[in-house]
């Protein structure tokens, strides 16, 4: 029997194992959504903004390893999916969108809503095509999606709002199975790096995702190399708990023992990593990398041996190699310094930190109205949160709490827009991991900047009753803006932001609103916020001016605090230059 354009897309999405379809019904995407409504297969989810069902969708393929779908239709709706589809591709994980488009007779007149998908989307798709006959199908569709499964990226299919309708001639399965490869770089340059590693007297590991498949193929490495462990954000997940080497984050949101960890070395093995901020790599080292992807050695640090391969077959090769024992003192005295600086931090973290009489001191400065400390909040959560959660952020300051204060423990899963730096995608990373175990806790860092500027997608979380925990950090100000500004000397301009209640807005929009202005009240609420069934709002006020001192703050900086505070003091006295 003959199928149409639409049923062969929508069976083929079953058949592939797709569980929901993110969008926003309309014109061109009709025959699609009809098939979906009709079709035995996956869930069609309504969302309020197409940006929102692209970061779902995202959100999806990075939890699952396998494609993630959403459709927008003829020209705006196309045109909102592209943040979320770059979010997708600067990921490296599969999405297909399906976008409509002006019947065949009605493109190249630019006629109403007619927008070039295919240049459009140039730029963010590993592969996009528009469908102009059914007899491209089932063919073109295979194409699209093994081109997004093999080079981890997107695919955009456009389909002519007249040709969803039309019987495809061809009546044969699609066939999208990819052969699995695995690959380790040849015996000569594994011994060469080998001997630059077994050459040098202090190791640290810098390990990013692409090693998590890997853990215990790293570990036996660390312990071998006597090794400290830095990790990327987005290693959190994989390596984080019960692991000996482990001493945290670089970067801007890192700390001072993994700076300290990486300057003291004389040679870097990097590992499935592709962290792009360059002034965060110490000079002078020699460098081992090892990444699957060829176009990522050398280009952050320059690399002295580089090793194109799967971080495990290329670390057990490696294993198989290395004689020099290590001696451990560089591991030891990496780890003391992080115990050290955790055990700081969590001194921060503790709500009564400002009755202490160091906090006395601290408040007077920074917390005049004894607001809540964000890092009591994330501790709070982190503490309350099951041990399978799966955790989302906003870019921004939610994020630095986060990775700071949230401990991947057990198997807990981390999302966040981390390579392109999105602002709002929080809620609706969240929303797509409900989706795939409703049972599953989902809990979201949101940002109040974040969090208003897709705000209409908390109404999805309602239709569809997703027990997603929003935690809102509530400081009233684009935070990270503010401290990027103060940095610089400026004064703070532009970043505060005139909010409401949310948890009074949530209250309104049908889901549970809990709003916390007092430390006292914070754990309760917390606990409260957990123990509710379905969807919940945690608006907690934060105190604005709280800083994130960077692992290796420089004077400039902190004449840049000074200066900044100064103008912002002269100018809430009047002046406004």
Known sequence: MARTVAQVIVDSLHQLGVQQVFGVV????????????RADGPEWVGCRHEEAAAFAAGAQSQLTGTLGVCMGTVGPGSVHLLNGLYDAAKSH????????QVPLADMGSDTFQEVDNDLLFRDVAVFRATITSPDQLPGLLEHAVRTALARKGVAVLTVPGDLGDREVPDDREPRFALPRTGSRPDDPELADAAGLLDAADRVTLLVGRGARHARADVLRLAERLAAPMVLTLKAKEGFEEDNPFEVGQTGLIGNPAAAKALDDADTLLLLGTDFPYREWYPTGKKVVQVDSEAAHIGRRVPVDAPLVGDVGPTVRGLLGLLAKE???????????????????????ASPRHDESLLGKVRAGLDNRDHLIRPEALAAAVDGAAADDAVFTSDTGMATVWLSRFVRMRGTRRLLGSYNLGSMANALPQALGAQFLDRDRQVVAFCGDGGLSMLLGDVLTLRTYQLPVKLVLFDNRRLGMVKLEQEQAGLPEFGTELDNPDFAAVASALGITGIRVTDPAQLKEAVREAFATEGPVLLDVLTNPDEISVPPKPTVEQGWGFAIAKAKEFLRSAGDTD
């Open 326 to 348: 290590k001696d451990p003192g560089h591991l030891k005295r990496a780890r003391e310094r992080f115990d050290h600086w955790r055990s700081s931090q969590l001194k921060l």
């Open 26 to 37: 309309g014109d061109a995407l009709n025959p699609l959504t009809d098939a979906i409504r």
């Open 93 to 100: 994980t599969p999405v297909l969108a399906i976008a409509g």
